[in-house]
């Protein structure tokens, strides 16, 4: 399980651990548990009628008794809740299905079984649901009534929905788009609670009013950064050795354009120059004046970062440094000691290559062209060693040695410049031996993964993730860079892999983290991570949906529909895996002040012997990955790494893809994090099928006319109408006959296969909007009735006129086929594709 996961859920993994144990240790003789038992006063009720729920139980050891009543399951969008107290618990249905209720008595020594039992709420008026409460920006929202439920029994496409505004705050002048559809939308223009009431009928059927809250924050507008440099804002140039000023007075904040005192400044040269000779700071770099002075020439890059209290902007610029005319010739230098390249520490290793790199250390005042020349020279090495045969000095600023006796290599570096002035020399000594060290490498993080907090919460930092390519043990030596003006907070156990920071100033907190292995070599760059302290947060909006709407009427279809093939670059294994059909579902987060969320997805019910398949374009993995050189190292194959991912049963992915393999309903709950606040569970179910099993009328995407085998078989669902559908490429078969004959003229396919009963296909038409497009249906006509048990297979061909051809170049939806499902006239099948014609 990833950081995330261990920080945000660690209460329930503790409760889980605690109950699993009994509560305690063995310190006494064991005393058999205490039972329970609970019954409902009724096992069917109508929505909104109040159950009781009545326990009886048991304690052999004869100790007090305490009660843990949870609802352990709820029909989704169900807001209900379970009041328990001693022997009794009740609940209030708000939602037609089947509610769980569960108990767990204790009696000092020990919590008996869980016991269950599960009440049915039906009901004879239609059932509204206006969706989950939620914050937003100002702008437009969108209001969701879909589930909304028919009376017991009854069909959902026949609800006819009527939402209503019923407050505004003072001053807004929102109004519903559409009142009468499912979805209806509204301009929220000021900010403020908006609430909304939906309503749903059946025939003459009315259900209670359910009103839904949305809380509308105006959004901060991020301060807008604008400075100067030497009363500059372009073309910006300086002399060397000259004092350089940095004014951001003109900076302001767009929320409160007179008031300047919540800006927060930091500036920082975009790159770390000290490796090429600068000496040069920024002084006041906390305020909106800076100044520094530049000591070489080149192009110095600036950033300054500016807090308005919520966000941070920042804006850079590139300083062109000059020598000052007339100013004599200096000689360039070098920095010691030499930077090893890559990871590689000053052991290398015995008769393996080993570069040395200059360039790190090596600088011009001048910056003078061509660049300094190197000069490399062997000062000592063991007498065996040949450093004509085994080394390569080179005049550029990388030469390389293979050391093939044990022992220590001394260089020595020179750099000389277009002038022919000559630098200090540098020495370095290389140590030559089996097994040479590497440096470690770094990584900060967050340990939720969230980049922000509110003040005064303590937060936990995360080294966890550093590494040692030669599986060294490491220390951690974490540093607080910066911190917002006022705040006086620390970094506590800084010396681990998790220390912690409690904000006491809203802005940003940046800690920098090195590591050291245990032979002493400490890691070549240090990891930043930055912190946002807030003063208040706004909860993040969550709306869990599959990707495809399934139903009782119309599941997903189980079964296999392809295979992949996969290859290890180095053991040459081939593995071959089958894919599986799948669902998506997709969280649909937003937060109102733009936090970085983390998610936890759980499956709460699937079919028992279910074995999760592989999707064709894979699964979340909870930040693993396969490589090739991992999977070779470790002796895991391809398919068995697939086999350990596709076991999981949670994952912290905002989206997640799944391929069943055993008919029933899977439900999933997802819980997502700001950093803040925690929102969820919210619920979504997805029912499944195997093929034969079908309820209804299937529709399929073909991919071709004659396609039968499920692997050329893509399942839609009515009512059909792509918001996008791909580009179809069409050749001119008058200038282009060829090409045109290749590549035929059906745009898609589509499979229809009715499995109870009779349908008969009506409004079957075409159009065009483009002139010279000519679409048309192969394999359907007006009242063609599908047989039950039968398939057809419609074509959606498009051909041209060719005395009217139409424009080269992207037509955007010039034509479209359409038709309906005549027994379920809400089913309706509308296909628009855009259309690139080649004249």
């Given at each position: 399980?990833?950081?995330?996961?261990?920080?945000?859920?660690?209460?329930?993994?503790?409760?889980?651990?605690?109950?699993?144990?009994?509560?305690?240790?063995?310190?006494?003789?064991?005393?058999?548990?205490?039972?329970?038992s609970?019954?409902?006063?009724?096992?069917?009720?109508?929505?909104?009628?109040?159950?009781?729920?009545?326990?009886?139980?048991?304690?052999?050891?004869?100790?007090?008794l305490?009660?843990?009543?949870?609802?352990?399951?709820?029909?989704?969008?169900?807001?209900?809740?379970?009041?328990?107290?001693?022997?009794?618990?009740?609940?209030?249905?708000?939602?037609?299905?089947?509610?769980?209720?569960?108990?767990?008595?204790?009696?000092?020594?020990?919590?008996?079984?869980?016991?269950?039992?599960i009440?049915?709420?039906?009901?004879?008026?239609?059932?509204?649901?206006?969706?989950?409460?939620?914050?937003?920006?100002?702008?437009a929202?969108?209001?969701?009534?879909?589930?909304?439920?028919?009376?017991?029994?009854?069909?959902?496409?026949?609800?006819?929905?009527?939402?209503?505004?019923?407050?505004?705050p003072?001053?807004?002048?929102?109004?519903?788009?559409?009142?009468?559809?499912?979805?209806?939308?509204?301009?929220?223009?000021?900010?403020?609670?908006?609430?909304?009431?939906?309503?749903?009928?059946?025939?003459?059927?009315?259900?209670?009013?359910?009103?839904?809250?949305?809380?509308?924050?105006?959004?901060?507008?991020?301060?807008?950064?604008?400075?100067?440099?030497?009363?500059?804002?372009?073309?910006?140039?300086?002399?060397?050795?000259?004092?350089?000023?940095?004014?951001?007075?003109?900076?302001?904040?767009?929320?409160?354009?007179?008031?300047?005192?919540?800006?927060?400044?930091?500036?920082?040269?975009?790159?770390?120059?000290?490796?090429?000779?600068?000496?040069?700071?920024?002084?006041?770099?906390?305020?909106?004046?800076?100044?520094?002075?530049?000591?070489?020439?080149?192009?110095?890059?600036?950033?300054?970062?500016?807090?308005?209290?919520?966000?941070?902007?920042?804006?850079?610029?590139?300083?062109?440094?000059?020598?000052?005319?007339?100013?004599?010739?200096?000689?360039?230098?070098?920095i010691?000691?030499?930077?090893?390249?890559?990871?590689?520490?000053?052991?290398?290793?015995?008769?393996?290559?080993?570069?040395?790199?200059?360039?790190?250390?090596?600088?011009?005042p001048?910056?003078?062209?061509?660049?300094?020349?190197?000069?490399?020279?062997?000062?000592?090495?063991?007498?065996?060693?040949?450093?004509?045969?085994?080394?390569?000095?080179?005049?550029?600023?990388?030469?390389?040695?293979?050391?093939?006796?044990?022992?220590?290599?001394?260089?020595?570096?020179?750099?000389?410049d277009?002038?022919?002035?000559?630098?200090?020399?540098?020495?370095?000594?290389?140590?030559?031996?089996?097994?040479?060290?590497?440096a470690p490498?770094?990584?900060?993080?967050?340990?939720?993964?969230?980049?922000?907090?509110?003040?005064?919460?303590?937060?936990?930092?995360?080294?966890?993730?550093?590494?040692?390519?030669?599986?060294n043990?490491?220390?951690?030596?974490?540093?607080?860079?910066?911190?917002?003006?006022?705040?006086?907070?620390?970094?506590q156990?800084?010396?681990?892999?998790?220390?912690?920071?409690?904000?006491?100033?809203?802005?940003?907190?940046?800690?920098?983290?090195?590591?050291?292995?245990?032979?002493?070599?400490?890691?070549?760059t240090?990891?930043?991570?930055?912190?946002?302290?807030?003063?208040?947060?706004?909860?993040?909006?969550?709306?869990?949906?599959?990707?495809?709407?399934?139903?009782?009427?119309?599941p997903?279809?189980?079964?296999r529909?392809?295979?992949?093939?996969?290859?290890?670059?180095?053991?040459?294994?081939?593995?071959?895996?089958?894919?599986?059909?799948?669902?998506?579902?997709?969280?649909?987060?937003?937060?109102?002040?733009?936090?970085?969320?983390?998610?936890?997805?759980?499956?709460?019910?699937?079919?028992?012997?279910?074995?999760?398949?592989?999707?064709?374009?894979?699964?979340?993995?909870?930040?693993?990955?396969?490589?090739?050189?991992?999977?070779a190292?470790?002796?895991?194959?391809?398919?068995?790494?697939?086999?350990?991912?596709?076991?999981?049963?949670?994952?912290?992915?905002?989206?997640?893809g799944?391929?069943?393999?055993?008919?029933?309903?899977?439900?999933?709950e997802?819980?997502?994090?700001?950093?803040?606040?925690?929102?969820?569970?919210?619920?979504?179910?997805?029912?499944?099928?195997?093929?034969?099993?079908y309820?209804?009328?299937?529709?399929?995407?073909?991919?071709?006319?004659?396609?039968?085998?499920?692997?050329?078989?893509?399942?839609?669902?009515?009512?059909?109408?792509?918001?996008?559908?791909p580009?179809?490429?069409?050749?001119?078969?008058?200038?282009?006959?060829?090409?045109?004959a290749?590549?035929?003229?059906?745009?898609?396919?589509?499979?229809?296969?009715?499995?109870?009963?009779?349908?008969?296909?009506?409004?079957?038409?075409?159009?065009?909007?483009?002139?010279?497009?000519?679409?048309?249906?192969?394999?359907?006509?007006?009242?063609?009735?599908?047989?039950?048990?039968?398939?057809?297979?419609?074509?959606?061909?498009?051909s041209?006129?060719?005395?009217?051809?139409?424009?080269?170049?992207?037509?955007?939806?010039?034509?479209?086929?359409?038709?309906?499902?005549?027994?379920?006239?809400?089913?309706?099948?509308?296909?628009?594709?855009?259309?690139?014609?080649?004249?």
């Open positions: 399980m990833r950081p995330a996961f261990r920080h945000l859920f660690l209460g329930l993994g503790t409760a889980l651990l605690l109950a699993a144990c009994g509560g305690g240790g063995d310190d006494g003789p064991r005393v058999a548990a205490p039972t329970a609970i019954s409902p006063d009724r096992a069917s009720v109508e929505v909104g009628a109040t159950v009781t729920v009545t326990a009886t139980a048991s304690s052999p050891g004869g100790g007090a305490t009660y843990r009543w949870s609802l352990g399951g709820k029909p989704v969008g169900s807001d209900t809740t379970l009041s328990g107290a001693s022997t009794k618990a009740t609940f209030v249905p708000d939602q037609p299905g089947n509610y769980v209720v569960r108990l767990v008595v204790n009696d000092g020594n020990a919590d008996s079984g869980t016991a269950e039992t009440v049915k709420a039906t009901s004879l008026d239609p059932v509204a649901n206006a969706g989950a409460d939620s914050n937003t920006l100002i702008g929202v969108q209001l969701d009534g879909t589930g909304s439920q028919p009376p017991e029994g009854g069909d959902a496409s026949r609800l006819v929905y009527r939402w209503t505004l019923v407050q505004v003072d001053g807004s002048k929102a109004m519903l788009d559409q009142p009468g559809n499912v979805r209806p939308r509204f301009s929220a223009d000021v900010p403020g609670v908006y609430r909304a009431s939906l309503v749903v009928a059946y025939g003459e059927r009315v259900s209670r009013a359910d009103e839904v809250s949305v809380n509308v924050v105006k959004g901060n507008v991020p301060a807008v950064v604008e400075f100067s440099v030497n009363g500059q804002s372009t073309g910006i140039k300086v002399d060397r050795g000259s004092q350089v000023v940095l004014d951001a007075s003109a900076t302001y904040d767009p929320d409160t354009p007179a008031d300047k005192s919540r800006l927060q400044y930091r500036w920082s040269f975009s790159n770390d120059f000290s490796g090429y000779g600068s000496t040069a700071v920024i002084e006041h770099a906390a305020t909106a004046r800076a100044v520094f002075t530049p000591n070489v020439v080149g192009s110095v890059g600036v950033t300054l970062r500016v807090f308005d209290g919520i966000s941070t902007s920042e804006k850079s610029v590139q300083i062109g440094v000059v020598k000052p005319q007339g100013e004599a010739n200096l000689a360039p230098g070098l010691s000691p030499l930077v090893p390249y890559s990871n590689n520490t000053y052991e290398a290793e015995l008769g393996a290559p080993f570069r040395m790199i200059g360039f790190g250390g090596a600088y011009d001048d910056y003078t062209y061509p660049y300094p020349a190197y000069e490399w020279t062997w000062i000592s090495y063991p007498a065996e060693w040949d450093p004509i045969a085994n080394s390569v000095l080179d005049k550029g600023n990388e030469s390389n040695f293979t050391p093939t006796v044990r022992g220590d290599y001394t260089i020595e570096l020179r750099v000389r277009a002038e022919g002035a000559t630098s200090n020399a540098v020495r370095q000594t290389y140590t030559a031996l089996l097994g040479a060290n590497r490498t770094a990584s900060a993080a967050i340990s939720t993964g969230n980049t922000s907090t509110l003040i005064g919460r303590r937060v936990t930092l995360d080294g966890a993730g550093s590494t040692d390519p030669d599986g043990r490491l220390t951690y030596a974490w540093t607080l860079l910066d911190r917002p003006d006022g705040s006086t907070a620390e970094l156990n800084a010396n681990t892999d998790k220390p912690t920071i409690t904000p006491d100033k809203a802005g940003p907190y940046t800690a920098g983290l090195r590591v050291t292995d245990s032979h002493g070599f400490t890691s070549r240090v990891s930043k991570v930055t912190l946002l302290a807030k003063s208040q947060n706004h909860a993040p909006t969550v709306r869990v949906a599959p990707t495809l709407p399934y139903s009782a009427e119309q997903m279809v189980l079964g529909n392809g295979t992949l093939a996969y290859t290890n670059s180095v053991t040459g294994l081939n593995e071959t895996l089958e894919t599986w059909n799948g669902f998506s579902l997709t969280s649909s987060a937003f937060d109102p002040d733009g936090d970085k969320l983390t998610y936890l997805w759980s499956v709460t019910q699937e079919p028992a012997g279910n074995a999760f398949k592989l999707l064709t374009n894979g699964a979340c993995q909870n930040g693993r990955s396969y490589t090739d050189a991992w999977g190292a470790n002796n895991v194959t391809w398919a068995a790494y697939w086999a350990e991912i596709l076991a999981y049963r949670t994952w912290d992915c905002a989206d997640v799944l391929a069943p393999s055993v008919p029933g309903n899977y439900t999933l997802l819980l997502a994090y700001d950093g803040t606040d925690r929102v969820g569970p919210f619920a979504v179910s997805v029912p499944a099928v195997v093929r034969s099993g309820p209804t009328l299937l529709l399929e995407q073909a991919s071709t006319p004659t396609a039968s085998d499920a692997t050329g078989l893509t399942q839609k669902l009515f009512p059909f109408s792509p918001s996008y559908a580009t179809f490429f069409m050749w001119s078969p008058v200038s282009n006959p060829e090409e045109a290749k590549r035929g003229s059906g745009v898609a396919y589509y499979r229809l296969t009715a499995y109870d009963r009779d349908y008969t296909i009506t409004g079957v038409a075409v159009s065009a909007t483009v002139g010279g497009f000519q679409p048309s249906f192969g394999g359907l006509v007006d009242n063609q009735i599908v047989r039950k048990g039968e398939s057809i297979v419609v074509a959606l061909n498009l041209v006129d060719a005395a009217a051809e139409p424009a080269s170049g992207n037509h955007e939806r010039p034509v479209s086929w359409t038709f309906r499902v005549a027994e379920r006239p809400d089913w309706t099948f509308q296909y628009q594709p855009s259309v690139f014609y080649f004249r």
